[in-house]
């Protein structure tokens, strides 16, 4: 039996919070001069003393409430020991499950997809290590490494799951689920390069694990698992022997690499931090994080679909909290959210670059189109202005110039003809051009049909189907 195993490790940077995690320093590094976010602590200067962020710790609360984990009522910090230039200290602080104390969630799980679900072995809160720059970003060929110590001390929530997972295709699920969480907690903004990176473990047939690491985005995890996977049946159907190792996901090539170090957990020589007392979290913890934790997505969608929408949209829409909040603020300008729902959901999204969505900017970057404009689209559909093909075609115009809807409506005459003159003016001349299938019509009524769709056309779709089609049969009574 050739059934694979697969557990991750995400790392979400909690850039909700404005400090590192043991420092004041900021955590906002991006585009900043290297080292200039640094101070004595986060450059682990003899003679410092860590100091904790509780906020940082509140995020980290909220995290293992809403992964369903047991949060303890006490924490402590441990020394990950390993020698390596971003670790200015020789030591990473970390959480680590040993006499009695837990790291701040253990024990958790989460439903995701349809139906499936994956145990959650731990939730920790970590510093993140400084940064290596090498010469043209390549660590094999460059001559010199730089150190940029801005990203050391950053928070860091590190999600650990059971290997439950046996499709790849469920990973990728499972991290548009936990993407959507981390950002309706307002811990971590995905989009920031960096941010979220996703550490994998494959075993193949109960066979060896291996750990693939250094994977950049959440949207390549999936790959590297299928390239692992296929890696290691290959070497089992020759009989060859799948070492436990650590493997990098080289992301250029698109292929897992032997990597040189390898630690066993025995090598890291945890202990308690000793300058970090036992942080005492009392009983009030958990139920002063649930009553501050903003609303999380399996709720928003329950009430999303007590707006009327399908399971599907609103699954579509609180996949994505940019898409979600949209949608909310559209609903406030006019209350029709199922036709606005659609609107976003199938048509407005057609206009979204899908890079957009792996970027740092805004999905809707270059388009110049906000929630008021699609209110205003749906009001032109609901109230009969236009047709939903006017609308599509409207839509299309303004999407980069911002214009409202109704006042293109209204400059184009895109709106129903009412006035039953001009309705009646180009059934004449329909009726003038097809002498033959009006003929037919007067013997055959399906035959109307071929002159109703003349009609529309000629109206270009603004022609009302029902009152054209009373007309036409009305006209043919006196042909
Ligand atoms: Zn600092």
């Not at 980069?400 to 809807?405: K, Q």
């Amino acid at each position: 039996m050739m059934e694979q195993k697969m557990g991750l490790e995400i790392h979400c940077q909690v850039t909700g919070t404005k400090s590192k995690l043991f420092c004041k320093c900021r955590c906002d590094y991006r585009g900043k001069a290297p080292n200039a976010n640094t101070c004595p602590t986060c450059l682990g200067l003899p003679g410092t003393l860590p100091l904790l962020n509780q906020k940082a710790v509140e995020f980290a609360g909220m995290t293992s409430i809403a992964l369903g984990c047991k949060v303890p009522d006490e924490i402590a910090f441990y020394r990950k020991n390993y020698f390596y230039p971003d670790l200015p200290k020789n030591f990473q602080l970390t959480q680590y499950n040993a006499y009695d104390i837990t790291s701040i969630g253990v024990e958790g799980g989460l439903e995701y997809g349809d139906g499936k679900s994956v145990r959650i072995r731990r939730v920790q809160l970590e510093e993140d290590p400084g940064r290596l720059v090498y010469d043209g970003g390549n660590m094999e060929t460059s001559v010199y490494a730089l150190i940029d110590y801005n990203r050391a001390g950053v928070p860091l929530v590190e999600i650990v799951t059971e290997p439950d997972f046996v499709d790849p295709k469920e990973i990728r699920l499972f991290l548009d689920k936990i993407t959507s969480i981390v950002e309706h907690l307002g811990l971590c903004g995905t989009k920031l390069e960096g941010s979220v990176r996703c550490d994998a473990n494959v075993s193949v047939g109960g066979g060896k694990r291996v750990e693939i690491k250094n994977v950049g985005s959440f949207a390549d995890v999936e790959k590297a698992v299928r390239y692992e996977i296929t890696r290691q049946k290959t070497m089992t159907s020759r009989d060859l022997e799948v070492r436990s190792e650590t493997r990098h996901w080289d992301d250029a090539r698109k292929v897992t690499k032997e990597s040189r170090t390898k630690e066993e957990e025995q090598d890291y020589r945890y202990f308690p931090e000793p300058d970090i007392p036992t942080v005492v979290l009392g009983s009030e913890f958990v139920s002063s994080a649930q009553r501050s934790m903003p609303e999380l997505p399996d709720a928003r969608k329950v009430r999303f679909v007590k707006h009327g929408l399908s399971a599907h949209v609103a699954q579509v829409l609180i996949n994505n909290k940019e898409l979600a909040d949209f949608f909310e603020s559209a609903i406030k300008f006019y209350s029709s959210p199922k036709e606005i729902a659609n609107w976003i959901v199938t048509d407005l999204m057609s206009f979204v670059d899908e890079r957009q969505k792996e970027q740092e900017r805004s999905m809707f970057a270059g388009l110049k189109v906000g929630p008021e404009h699609i209110a205003d689209l749906a009001k032109l559909v609901d109230q009969d202005t236009i047709n939903r093909a006017t609308a599509k075609q409207i839509l299309g115009l303004i999407v980069r110039p911002g214009e409202m809807p109704s006042q293109v409506a209204h400059k184009t005459h895109a709106g129903k003809i009412d006035d039953v003159s001009e309705l009646a003016q180009t059934i004449d001349s329909v009726f003038e051009t097809e002498h033959a299938a009006v003929q037919d019509a007067t013997l055959n009524p399906n035959a109307i049909n071929f002159l109703l769709g003349k009609v529309m056309q000629a109206t270009k779709g603004r022609a009302d189907p029902k009152a054209a089609l009373e007309m036409i049969q009305k006209k043919l009574k006196e042909v």
